[in-house]
């Protein structure tokens, strides 16, 4: 079973557009951590988020983690060429675990 | 798509002493990622490791530490040597698919050094 939910598995939009991937676990997180992989590199970190309600945001990409802190976003936008590649999720769960998500392939056509 | 089996999953390992984690592919794939998250940090790659050659370490990582096999195109392992606490860290395998538009990840390793 699949501790944190990722979605959606890929992604194409149009340049321009506004799109979201969602990272959901059925236990409440320590703290939630996006990556994002350009093609044929690796993992870089985009940001961390720690509170319930908490808002960051790193040059047109903004994520939020929800109230209850199960639940965090990742909006896009007005999407570019630049923002293509693989985003993905990792939490810091209660009982000193740590999942990832299975990642979010993103393709933005121009 | 593919699928990354690693183990072991979670680990308490003596002082000293080296822990080998394996990450086999259900397909092949060319580019493997080997990563460590310390607490309270973000991942950071280790090295990227390439089938029939020498894995690529980045700064910060040597092979005496962090030595790496690649045997094929579906397996790698990652040895880490010598721990100390400061080891402890989460250790995640990725590679990239055929087109590099994928991407795939392990489960992850949770290792304590005590």
């Known amino acids: 079973s699949q501790e944190l939910e990722q979605s959606p598995q890929s992604l194409i939009v149009q340049e321009g557009k506004n799109l979201t991937i969602n990272c959901t676990s059925s236990?409440?997180?320590?703290?939630l951590y996006w990556y994002k992989q350009k093609y044929g590199e690796g993992l870089i970190f985009l940001m961390m988020?720690?509170?319930?309600?908490e808002e960051k945001s790193h040059e047109k990409i903004t994520a939020k983690l929800d109230e209850k802190k199960q639940q965090s976003s990742l909006h896009i936008t007005a999407s570019q060429p630049s923002h293509a590649g693989i985003y993905l999720c990792?939490?810091?769960?209660?009982?000193?675990?740590?999942?990832f998500g299975t990642g979010t392939s993103l393709t933005v056509i121009p | 798509s593919a699928v990354i089996s690693q183990k072991p999953s979670r680990d308490i390992c003596q002082r000293g002493t080296s822990l080998t984690i394996q990450c086999q592919v259900d397909s092949q794939v060319t580019m493997m990622f080997w990563y460590r998250q310390q607490p309270g940090q973000s991942l950071t790659l280790i090295a990227t490791?390439?089938?029939?050659?020498?894995?690529?370490?980045e700064s910060g990582f040597v092979i005496d530490k962090f030595p790496i096999s690649r045997p094929n195109l579906t397996f790698s392992t990652l040895t880490v040597s010598n721990m100390s606490p400061e080891d402890s860290s989460i250790y995640l395998c990725s590679v990239s698919g055929r087109m590099n538009t994928e991407a795939f990840f392990g489960q992850g390793t949770r290792l304590t050094v005590v």
């Open positions: 236990k409440t997180l320590y703290g």
């Open positions: 490791a390439n089938q029939g050659s020498e894995a690529t370490y």
């Open positions: 990792g939490a810091d769960i209660p009982g000193n675990q740590f999942y």
């Open positions: 988020l720690q509170k319930g309600g």
